[in-house]
């Protein structure tokens, strides 16, 4: 039994999940406590040659062992192929990581279900019940639960072949698939997050003792910001050429290359009462102009983007991949680590021409991923994200930020707020090579979590939007590889084509500051009259002070 400030502690961490994320339905465990006793069961998902789980009893010392290729199910009704496979030493229990190609079961391994175990009334001594080919136990696991038996049914290829099957008891579940919870127990992480970035390998032809090695990380260190390339803006002759091109488009020369324009007249964005109608040959020439400024947040990274091709007030699509018409110049990226069916190539958006090529596409907005394809696993910064809901207000945000202002100030951490162009304000946090998503995750959580306990009316943590109350909501989960945040002077899908814009610390107290405030119109006069405050954080080697 939990102590009730236990399973508190646990309700809690079950409501802060994000249900969109991953599909582990309400109430599956992330991160647990792992099970103590002599009687402990650990169930692995072991992706080796082929996929399988590894269910593994403690008994006399040693961890009895089935390899069970379609995993263990609370559905009383399938019966699961359970092959015998030898004895594992305790030392192996909690092993999660990677085991060199090459070696006994190379691959990757993480620990999907872990608990403690009795045996079934009238089951006798436990060795004996598997020796004599009958095991019948009680399983008290984060997944598994309730009664299962293993039962030899016979021999092939020289191995024993068993059948794993839940018993029909209050815990069983018609059609539960251990594939539908594809997460560890023990991190939270899945096998592909675990092969790419393991904390720890495991050496079979080491002595059990000295099997686990950790794996040496990169400690985020510090040191000088990482370099930044520079930009020319287009040259007057060059804007002049693309305000002669006809409606229809045609070829336009700038930052040295040919890039092929069409439907200059279509408008983009509808007009306001205070900015005209924006056309594509306005978004063009306004990404060509941008580029110098918008670029630094976008080179050496992955751009997803976000396509209006018919307009704001019309349909639009996320394209992650290389467009088939991208000319051959356009640089890209291969994500070696796509889940099949995920997208592969990426377009890389690095210099004037490529931002010309995306705003021909209507890829009005973009959004960089926070990892740089050289290190896709390692974030480049941290982000705050505050999402004002229906029932709050942009004032509510600026009370936010400014909370957030005082927490990094008093923590000596360096960072910058940015209006998002539509509601909310981000802040935008410079981290250190050698960070893992895992650790910005939980350092935003953990400064949100302080933030949000001084204004608990503002704030929901609620994931479903329809709980919220229309609260605002300190989103750390976008904290991850491939959720993305928009770039710095990126337009927003809005009439009027606002963009989002870094502003300074001392500009949350300026009355006139809206989230909305600058179009693609009037930021260039704005970056030419007080800069870019975010611009002297790209790339800086930032330390998080660890927050306990
Ligand atoms: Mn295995």
């Not at 009687?39 to 040659?49: G, N």
């Not at 815990?171 to 539908?180: K, M």
Request: some cysteine; glycine content about 8%.
């Amino acid at each position: 039994m939990s102590p009730p400030d236990a399973t508190d502690r646990l309700e809690r961490y079950r409501s802060m999940r994000d249900f969109e994320v991953t599909p582990e339905p309400s109430g599956a465990p992330g991160p647990t406590a792992p099970p103590t006793g002599s009687a402990r069961f650990v169930v692995q998902r072991h992706r080796a040659r082929r996929l399988h789980y590894d269910v593994r009893l403690e008994m006399g010392g040693v961890l009895v062992s089935w390899a069970v290729p379609k995993g263990p199910t609370l559905d009383p009704d399938a019966k699961r192929l359970a092959v015998h496979v030898e004895d594992h030493p305790l030392e192996y229990f909690d092993f999660e990581g990677v085991i060199p190609a090459g070696e006994y079961g190379g691959g990757d391994v993480i620990v999907w279900d872990w608990g403690t175990w009795e045996p079934a009334p009238r089951m006798g001594d436990p060795l004996e019940a598997v020796a004599g080919g009958e095991v019948h136990v009680d399983l008290f696991g984060e997944r598994l639960r309730g009664r299962f038996a293993i039962v030899r049914r016979g021999r092939r290829d020289g191995k024993e072949q068993w059948l794993m099957f839940h018993k029909h008891d209050d815990a069983a579940v018609a059609g539960w698939d251990a594939e539908d919870h594809p997460t560890s127990v023990k991190s939270g992480r899945t096998n592909d997050e675990v092969a790419a970035d393991p904390d720890t390998t495991w050496d079979s032809n080491a002595p059990a003792a000295e099997a686990a090695i950790p794996v040496a990380r990169r400690a985020p260190v510090g040191g000088p910001p990482r370099e930044v390339p520079t930009w020319a803006p287009p040259t007057d002759d060059e804007l002049a050429a693309l305000d002669e091109l006809g409606p229809k488009g045609g070829e336009w020369h700038v930052d040295g290359e040919v890039v092929k324009l069409t439907n200059l007249e279509k408008v983009l964005f509808p007009a306001t009462g205070d900015e005209p109608a924006t056309t594509k040959r306005d978004l063009i020439r306004y990404h060509a102009c941008i580029a110098p400024h918008m670029l630094p947040y976008l080179e050496g990274r992955a751009v997803n983007q976000n396509r209006f091709p018919d307009g704001v007030d019309r349909k639009h699509f996320w394209s992650k991949s290389v467009p088939s018409n991208a000319p051959a110049w356009l640089h890209r990226w291969r994500n070696a680590e796509a889940d099949p069916g995920e997208t592969e190539w990426y377009v890389v958006a690095d210099r004037p021409a490529a931002l010309v090529f995306l705003a021909n596409q209507a890829s009005l907005e973009l959004h960089p991923w926070t990892s740089r394809t050289e290190a896709p696993q390692q974030p480049t910064w941290a982000y705050i994200d505050i999402d004002p809901g229906p029932s709050s207000t942009f004032e509510d945000a600026l009370v936010l930020a400014r909370l957030y202002r005082t927490a990094l100030d008093h923590l000596g951490v360096v960072g910058c707020p940015k209006v998002t162009g539509k509601r909310g304000i981000q802040i935008w946090v410079p981290v250190a090579d050698g960070y893992r998503f895992d650790d910005t995750r939980g350092w935003v959580e953990k400064v949100s979590r302080a933030v949000g306990a001084t204004v608990p009316d503002m704030v929901s943590w609620k994931w479903h939007k329809a709980d919220r109350q229309g609260l605002t909501r300190l989103d750390y989960t976008q904290n991850a590889i491939n959720r993305t945040l928009v770039a710095p002077f990126s337009a927003r899908p809005a009439p009027g084509a606002p963009v989002s814009v870094p502003i300074t610390w001392d500009e949350l107290d300026d009355p006139d500051l809206r989230p909305d405030r600058w179009t693609v119109r009037s930021v260039l006069a704005r970056l030419d009259e007080v800069g870019d405050p975010l611009r002297p954080l790209v790339g800086q080697q930032q330390v998080l002070p660890d927050l306990g």
